[in-house]
Nanobody
Framework: QVTLVEFGGGLVQAGGSLRLSCGAS????????MGWFRQAPGTEREFVAA????????DYRDSVKGRFTISRDNAKNSVALQMNNLKPEDTAVYYC????????????????WGRGTQVTVSS
């Protein structure tokens, strides 16, 4: 059984930082592309960032480029999202996800999902 568990959400003031972590079990972690998604109330879930198998390639949505950094540690079966200069519009539930299809479309084909962690940015 595949399990993804997110940690590190919370309340932060605008301009502050948070680091989200996600631990994975039940899958061959290094064979999966890992991503972070988010969903704000009343909106569709949206892609945030993705990282390829060995961390050599990353992809970000435009609104977080230069502020967020995704990384992974295959030895620890974990993926992280460092979020700096947070803005109120970053407020959402953040989800960790994994897909084994490939890097052709790093923003799609995710089959494994965590339960999410709340990030709230106050103005």
């Amino acid at each position: 059984q595949v399990t993804l568990v997110e940690f590190g959400g919370g309340l932060v003031q605008a301009g502050g930082s948070l680091r989200l972590s996600c631990g994975a079990s039940g899958l061959s972690f290094s064979n999966y592309i890992m991503g972070w998604f988010r969903q704000a109330p009343g909106t569709e879930r949206e892609f945030v960032a993705a990282i390829n198998y060995n961390g050599g390639a990353t992809d970000y949505r435009d609104s977080v480029k230069g502020r967020f950094t995704i990384s992974r540690d295959n030895a620890k079966n974990s993926v992280a999202l460092q979020m700096n200069n947070l803005k109120p519009e970053d407020t959402a539930v953040y989800y960790c996800a994994g897909q084994g299809v490939g890097w052709t479309n790093p923003r799609a084909n995710y089959v494994y999902w965590g339960r999410g962690t709340q990030v709230t940015v106050s103005s």
